[in-house]
């Protein structure tokens, strides 16, 4: 039940493209939702967040789409440049508990092809 | 945000001894936090260091093979006991703002990879 999924394992998009990785979780306690974006060598950093009160998050090229009755949650990449390539995870906490435990998926390797 | 680093950055060791990571954040924080990431895997909490206690270790992890110190509000320890090649790994660090905060966002260190030889 802590589990989240993430697929695809990997993706391959065209410059321009847009780009979807969809994650899925058991847990329906799970209050808080992040993404994380990892360049090799580097710590994963905060891309974007959602909480299940709102249905949808856009920052800039980064839209969180959630649908809280199927326990579903993706990110779409608009405009997918060839620096957004990175390794993407999403998470799942009980944000409220202050316990700042991070479920992560599985992770999605990107590759934006120029 | 805060500005999480590491060191060492990364470490080759030989198996049998020790070897320990040191976490330092830039600004006071409630929880620190101690996670590992296998080569191409995901990331799986280690610890919740807490700050005047002892660590909360998740399963699979003991405190006598991660030894985990947590002195102040912005800094950590965490040491990798007795190594084995199956200890190779990225270990990272990261921090959550006060628990006052609503729904912490926590941020990562750029962590230190070791390889046991």
């Known amino acids: 039940q802590q589990q989240v999924k993430q697929s695809p394992q990997s993706l391959i998009v065209q410059k321009g493209g847009i780009s979807i990785i969809n994650c899925a979780y058991e847990?329906?306690?799970?209050?808080?939702f992040p993404w994380y974006q990892q360049f090799p060598g580097k710590g994963p950093a905060l891309l974007i967040a959602i909480r299940p009160d709102v249905s949808e998050k856009k920052e800039g090229r980064f839209t969180i789409s959630f649908n809280k009755s199927a326990k579903q949650f993706s990110l779409h990449i608009m405009d997918s440049q060839p620096g957004d390539s990175a390794t993407y995870f999403c998470a799942a906490t009980l944000g409220s508990s202050n316990t700042g435990k991070l479920i992560f998926g599985q992770g999605t390797t990107l590759q934006v092809k120029p | 945000s805060a500005v999480i680093s590491q060191k060492p950055s990364r470490d080759i060791c030989q198996r049998g001894t020790s070897l320990t990571i040191q976490c330092q954040v830039d600004s006071q924080v409630t929880m620190m936090f101690w996670y590992r990431q296998q080569p191409g895997q995901s990331l799986t909490l280690i610890a919740t260091?807490?700050?005047?206690?002892?660590?909360?270790?998740e399963s699979g992890f003991v405190i006598d093979k991660f030894p985990i110190s947590r002195p102040n509000l912005t800094f950590s320890t965490l040491t990798v006991s007795n190594m084995s090649p199956e200890d190779s790994s990225i270990y990272l660090c990261?921090?959550?703002?006060?628990?006052?905060?609503?729904?912490?966002?926590?941020?990562f260190g750029p962590g230190t990879r070791l390889t046991v030889l």
């Open positions: 990261s921090a959550a703002p006060p628990s006052w905060l609503p729904y912490n966002e926590q941020f």
């Open positions: 260091a807490n700050q005047g206690s002892e660590a909360t270790y």
């Open positions: 847990n329906t306690a799970f209050d808080y």
